[in-house]
């Protein structure tokens, strides 16, 4: 069952555009969503992330949108730098069993390729 | 200084062997996590640790047994590998489980191969 889904495995975008990335969420009790990137043979790093009673959080190039009612989050990166290209992990935090610890849940991530 | 560190990087074994992975966090958090990356890339928890006490446990063989030592590290031994537990897995350390929007760090990974 997958709680988080990135449907689209891969994105090209040319420098200096906006790179919009997706995700869905099937669980309405998920409290936060994080976005992490990861560079090949490194370990995911984490981006940025938005409450769950929030709609949009914004830090530098980096803009993450949360529309609750559709369940769904999108990242948008403009203007989009060839560092940038990377694979790009959504995550939803959520209570562990219904006690009070967290857990992550990921996507399984989409390939951003950022052309000069 | 590297924040989290795992070793080995690359691990190939054969079926049937037993075998560890280590990590080690000097951020000083009191949790630390492991995960799975499949060949689907899915990345999936299958251990939380906080302060060296158990806190989550997916659905995971018990062939696998985490061990931690001291909050600053969390091991993970195989027993009896098996072709399907070729995977990459990683290991993370976040500040406290008892928070939502907990950012976790993550090591590099270890590529366990086995053949």
């Known amino acids: 069952d997958q709680q988080v889904k990135q449907n689209s495995p891969s994105l090209s975008v040319q420098e200096g555009r906006i790179s919009i990335l997706n995700c869905d969420y099937t669980?309405?009790?998920?409290?936060?969503f994080l976005w992490y990137k990861k560079y090949p043979a490194e370990g995911p790093t984490f981006l940025i992330s938005?409450?769950?009673?929030?709609d949009k959080n914004e830090d530098g190039r980096f803009t993450v949108f949360l529309n609750k009612s559709a369940k769904h989050l999108s990242l948008h990166i403009v203007p989009s730098q060839p560092g940038d290209s990377a694979v790009y992990f959504c995550?939803?935090?959520?209570?562990?069993?219904?006690?009070?610890?967290?857990?992550?849940?990921f996507g399984k991530g989409t390939l951003l390729t950022v052309n000069p | 200084d590297t924040a989290v560190s795992q070793t080995p990087k690359y691990l190939v074994t054969q079926m049937g062997n037993d075998k560890s992975i280590k990590c080690e966090q000097n951020?000083?958090?009191?949790?630390m996590y492991w995960y799975k990356q499949d060949s689907k890339k899915f990345l999936k928890i299958m251990f939380s640790?906080?302060?060296?006490?158990?806190?989550i446990n997916e659905t995971v063989p018990n062939r696998f047994s985490p061990k931690s030592p001291d909050k600053a590290h969390l091991n993970l031994h195989i027993n009896s590998l098996e072709l399907g537990d070729s995977a990459v897995y990683f290991c993370?350390?976040?500040?406290?489980?008892?928070?939502?929007?907990?950012?976790?760090?993550f090591g590099p990974g270890t590529r366990l191969t086995v053949l």
């Open positions: 993370a350390s976040s500040q406290e489980l008892l928070a939502g929007n907990n950012e976790q760090f």
């Open positions: 951020l000083g958090h009191d949790t």
């Open positions: 640790y906080n302060n060296k006490e158990l806190i």
């Open positions: 995550a939803a935090s959520g209570r562990y069993s219904g006690g009070s610890n967290y857990k992550l849940t």
């Open positions: 938005i409450s769950s009673i929030k």
């Open positions: 669980n309405s009790m998920f409290d936060y």
